[in-house]
Nanobody, 126 residues
């Protein structure tokens, strides 16, 4: 069973930056072996895929974050990151990381693709 732990959320002013991290806890395999993604969910809204990085380390982004967010994996540290720059108030949400061993490249930004989820970390932009 894979448990994912996010960190790095917080409050920041518009135009600022944050870096989120996500790592498997305990014996949970390695990020290199999974398709992984970041999602976010604001109150009253559906969970939305923000960025994804499959095993081959290509990257996919939602249009709303292209050019501002960067998703990376550090296999040596077994950690997934989301670098967020030029943050806007509309980026305010709970951010979740997700992982799945099996996926379709067409569905990497869809929540139903993922088996494992973290507990979320809050990002607030004012």
């Amino acid at each position: 069973h894979v448990q994912l732990v996010e960190s790095g959320g917080g409050s920041v002013q518009a135009g600022g930056s944050l870096r989120l991290s996500c790592a498997p806890s305990g014996y949970a395999g390695y990020v290199s072996g999974y398709g992984m993604a970041w999602f976010r969910q604001a109150p009253g809204e559906e969970r939305m895929g923000v960025a994804a990085i499959p095993r081959d380390s290509t990257t996919i982004y939602a249009d709303s974050v292209k050019g501002r967010f960067t998703v990376t994996k550090d296999n040596a540290k077994n950690t997934l990151y989301l670098e967020m720059n030029s943050l806007k108030p509309e980026d305010t949400a709970m951010y979740y990381c997700a992982a799945s061993r099996y996926y379709s490249m067409r569905n990497l930004l869809q929540a139903r693709t993922y088996t494992y989820w973290g507990q979320g970390t809050q990002v607030t932009v004012s």
